[in-house]
């Protein structure tokens, strides 16, 4: 009796959620393989539950008497709390607990409080997160391999490290640069490495 009353409830609740969908215009998956049907919507979010949704219309919402948070198709409320990453028109951006290291942060600027932004993508992942040093909101960059779901902070060493198998951009990171930004550096690195490996493989 207690799995018919189960098999019910499930019923109902997915009713329920695939009329909500067809409304406001989301699709969840819980097939990760299926993802790829739905490459042509630009805008998702991974829950914590393991689902990710996609939906016509996603934006990061901040303000001075507004808690930041994502509205999805104008009218769905999506808090930090309950996202794993998420990918809206000018960013994807991941949460700061799965970074390995690195400051902890309730920061909003370019991404939602807590998120890491990613800057640059490919077979090397570069991502920003901002930090408050108790005067100024600092830029933390962590890097993460394409086939490695681990993302880490960034330190020198472990960038070279990343990018040992292509001399032309190990070349240009020890190159002296005047008035170029360190971060500035490393990106068009990370930049020139990923360009370099897709025309390798060519």
């Keep these: 009796m207690k799995n018919i009353l189960n098999a019910i409830v499930g019923l ?6 695939n ?18 049907k739905l490459s042509n919507r630009s805008s998702f979010v991974k829950l914590k539950n393991g689902r990710t949704v996609y939906y016509n219309k ?3 919402i901040k303000g001075i008497f507004t808690a930041p948070h994502l509205l999805a198709n104008a009218s769905i409320k999506i808090r930090p709390s309950e996202i794993e990453a998420y990918q809206i028109s000018d960013h994807y951006a991941v949460s700061q607990k799965y970074i390995m ?40 960059f962590f890097l993460q391999s394409e086939n490695d779901s681990k993302i880490y902070a960034y330190t020198p060493e472990l960038f070279k490290k990343m990018i040992e198998d292509n001399e032309e951009a190990l070349n240009y990171y020890h190159k002296e640069t005047v008035g170029v930004d360190p971060s500035k550096k490393m990106t068009n690195t990370a930049e020139m490495y990923n ?3 897709f025309m390798t493989k060519n």
């Design 58 to 60: 996603l934006e990061m």
């Design 195 to 197: 360009q370099s490996t």
């Design 101 to 140: 290291n690195g400051h902890k942060s309730a920061v909003a600027v370019d991404a939602l409080p807590g998120f890491a932004k990613r800057v640059v993508k490919g077979k090397l992942n570069v991502y920003c997160k901002k930090y408050f040093n108790g005067r100024f909101a600092i830029d933390e």
């Design 19 to 36: 009329s909500s969908c067809s409304k406001f215009g989301c699709v969840y998956i819980t097939n990760p393989s299926n993802a790829s």
């Design 12 to 17: 109902v609740f997915l009713t329920v959620l």
